[in-house]
């Protein structure tokens, strides 16, 4: 023992309790991020296993952003700024997102758990999709309007559409962007 331990003299139980129980919590933590960097499952949550069905995806929403993208040329040449004449090209623009979504879920992965995550994908896209017709439906009326996209935990709803869409390398089925 050094002079100093000898002067403090042995633990307390309290002492030895609380010197225990920080010990132990530094062990929890090491186990955990041993767990997390070497046992835990690396997989995406939302990854659909069916490649050949989020390559089709892929391509059918590469066309829809085509569509998509000569829907607001061709609104910007004939409209006049009024409510009505935005909310037209946001009802086309809604039209295109909709047969997308729709040729996209005409065809739907073997695997259980993939049907369950491209479905969870479709709610929330069909919740997007009345989102923009509400805000269509307000332009329709004269009312200046912008889409008021319903919340997820305290988020758009696009966000989590989107963070489908990343692991599953469909970028282009992602909520469009300003159109």
């Given amino acids: 023992?050094?002079?100093?331990a000898q002067r403090r003299g042995p633990l307390s139980r309290r002492?030895?309790?609380a010197r225990s129980a920080v010990i132990a919590m530094i062990l929890v933590i090491i186990v955990m991020?041993?767990?997390?960097?070497?046992f835990a499952d690396k997989r995406a949550a939302a990854k659909v296993d069916d490649t050949g069905w989020?390559?089709?995806a892929e391509q059918i929403c590469s066309r829809r952003g085509d569509l998509l993208d000569k829907n607001a040329a061709d609104a910007i040449k004939v409209s006049d700024g009024s409510p009505q004449a935005v909310g037209r090209a946001v009802a086309k623009a809604t039209d295109?997102?909709?047969a997308a979504v729709d040729e996209v879920l005409s065809v739907r992965p073997e695997a259980a758990q993939d049907q369950k995550l491209v479905r969870e994908w479709e709610r929330l896209y069909r919740i997007y999709i009345a989102d923009r017709r509400a805000a269509e439906a307000k332009l329709a009326n004269g009312e200046n309007a912008e889409l008021n996209e319903t919340t997820l935990n305290g988020s758009p709803?696009?966000?989590?559409i989107d963070d489908f869409t990343k692991?599953?390398?469909m970028e282009?089925?992602?909520?469009p962007p300003g159109r």
Avoid at 33 to 38: D, N, R, T
Avoid at 157 to 160: G, L, M, N, V, Y
Avoid at 172 to 175: E, G, L, R
């Fill in 167 to 169: 692991p599953n390398h």
């Fill in 157 to 160: 709803i696009s966000a989590t």
């Fill in 33 to 38: 991020w041993i767990y997390a960097f070497v």
């Fill in 54 to 56: 989020t390559k089709r």
């Fill in 15 to 17: 002492q030895l309790w």
């Fill in 96 to 98: 295109i997102i909709e």
């Fill in 172 to 175: 282009a089925c992602a909520t």
């Fill in 1 to 4: 023992m050094t002079a100093a």
